[in-house]
Every structure is written in structure tokens, then in C-alpha cells.
T-cell receptor, first 114, second 118 residues
Framework: GDSVTQMEGPVTLSEEAFLTINCTYT??????LFWYVQYPGEGLQLLLK?????DKGSNKGFEATYRKETTSFHLEKGSVQVSDSAVYFC?????????????FGKGTRLSVIA | GAVVSQHPSRVICKSGTSVKIECRSL??????MFWYRQFPKQSLMLMAT?????????EQGVEKDKFLINHASLTLSTLTVTSAHPEDSSFYIC??????????????FGPGTRLTVL
């Protein structure tokens, strides 16, 4: 079945460091890919998404490019801030119908220290 | 923006009792709602998918008689954990997908409910 594998954390970085969180997927067809973020004590929020190969999703300085050839959707940010500390989830949705749920990776906890 | 609320945010109950968790889409109509369970240091596990007015579709391994899901309106779904036991302690998260507007075909998440069964 469909699955998402993302790097295990926790990841601890100093402020202004470069961030990469790796994510690879297995799916039939051409899934849509997502990154969600969960701040402490809050629900999941959509961070960015890409719906087809070579699309780049971006938001709040974060970027991820849909790479079909490597089945990857790595999350990057050039300069992290303390406020970026959260758990990041990579996810896919195989079909666009209303009943198709998101399939999540295990999440990567990011801690940014000043 | 599209907001999903959950109530309660935390609940502690005795073993053998039932607990109801409400999930509401506050400013959009949700034709489909999903219930997830999140274990510590693990990902979100999909429990069931429900469409308004229909019976929920449960994932393999999820007991439908234990986790009762009702999606009676386009803005409300409930999850009832019946005869709860300590192993049911977990973080339960609902998600709603909208039928139109900003929420169309996007999945929005509630803040979650921490259930502790003593």
C-alpha cells in the first residue's frame, strides 16, 4: 500500500541554520504530496503542497519539490528560526476523491535553539 | 480560514466508561471527516472515514463497536470510545474535508483530544 518515510528526529539546529527533512514515498499512480506542521499544543496545519511532478511548494520560507524520479519530497528552509520548532509531517494522497485520506509519515521533531 | 474544533481538548476517565469527542467544522461544510489516532513518537493512524449521513468506513484492525462514529450533519462528527480501557489512552485527531470554497478538497485538522483512561 501507499506509504511515506521521513527521516527520524529529533533534529536540533541553531537559529539561522539550513534545514533539510527528507521524505520519500511509495504510491501507485501520481499522488499529491504535502507537508504539515504541528506546533506544540496545536493541531496539524498545512505548510505546503505539490500536486504533480516537478512542482515546488513553498510557504513561510519552506520549500519542497516533487521529484518523481526519486519519489521524494524533501523539506528545506534556508534559515530556521526558533519559532519553527515543531513536528513536521510528510504526507501523500493517492487520489483526489473526497474519501481518500492522507497517509502520513511518522513525523520529525525540529528544535531550533537561539 | 477553515477551522476545525474538537471538544474536549483533554479528558480523563475511569476504565469501563464511555467518552464522546466532538469534531466541528466552524466555517465550512465538511462532507467527509476523518478520525486519526496519534501514538507517542508515531505518526497519525487513520481510524475511520465518515461521510455525512452514512455509516463510517473503518480501517482494518479498528473495532467499530468500540469506536462509534457519527456524522449526523455537515458540520459535526462525534467519536465515542465505549467501555474505555487504559490501552485506549491516546491523542485523537479529527480532520474535515470541505465541499466548497476555500475548504474544497482540502483536509483541515482539529487540535486533538488527549484521552487518558485510568
Amino acid at each position: 500500500g501507499d506509504s511515506v518515510t521521513q527521516m527520524e528526529g529529533p533534529v536540533t539546529l541553531s537559529e539561522e541554520a539550513f534545514l533539510t527533512i527528507n521524505c520519500t514515498y511509495t504510491a501507485t499512480g501520481y499522488p499529491s504530496l504535502f507537508w504539515y506542521v504541528q506546533y506544540p499544543g496545536e493541531g496539524l496545519q498545512l505548510l505546503l503542497k505539490a500536486t504533480k511532478a516537478d512542482d515546488k511548494g513553498s510557504n513561510k520560507g519552506f520549500e519542497a519539490t516533487y521529484r518523481k524520479e526519486t519519489t521524494s519530497f524533501h523539506l528545506e528552509k534556508g534559515s530556521v528560526q526558533v519559532s519553527d520548532s515543531a513536528v513536521y509531517f510528510c504526507a501523500l494522497r493517492a487520489l483526489s476523491s473526497g474519501n481518500t485520506p492522507l497517509v502520513f509519515g511518522k513525523g520529525t521533531r525540529l528544535s531550533v535553539i537561539a | 480560514g477553515a477551522v476545525v474544533s474538537q471538544h474536549p481538548s483533554r479528558v480523563i476517565c475511569k476504565s469501563g466508561t464511555s467518552v464522546k469527542i466532538e469534531c466541528r467544522s466552524l466555517d465550512f461544510q465538511a462532507t467527509t471527516m476523518f478520525w486519526y489516532r496519534q501514538f507517542p513518537k508515531q505518526s497519525l493512524m487513520l481510524m475511520a472515514t465518515s461521510n455525512e449521513g452514512s455509516k463510517a468506513t473503518y480501517e482494518q484492525g479498528v473495532e467499530k463497536d468500540k469506536f462509534l462514529i457519527n456524522h449526523a450533519s455537515l458540520t459535526l462528527s462525534t467519536l465515542t470510545v465505549t467501555s474505555a480501557h487504559p490501552e485506549d489512552s491516546s491523542f485523537y485527531i479529527c480532520s474535515a474535508r470541505g465541499s466548497g470554497g476555500e475548504a474544497y478538497n482540502e483536509q483541515f485538522f482539529g487540535p486533538g483530544t488527549r484521552l487518558t483512561v485510568l
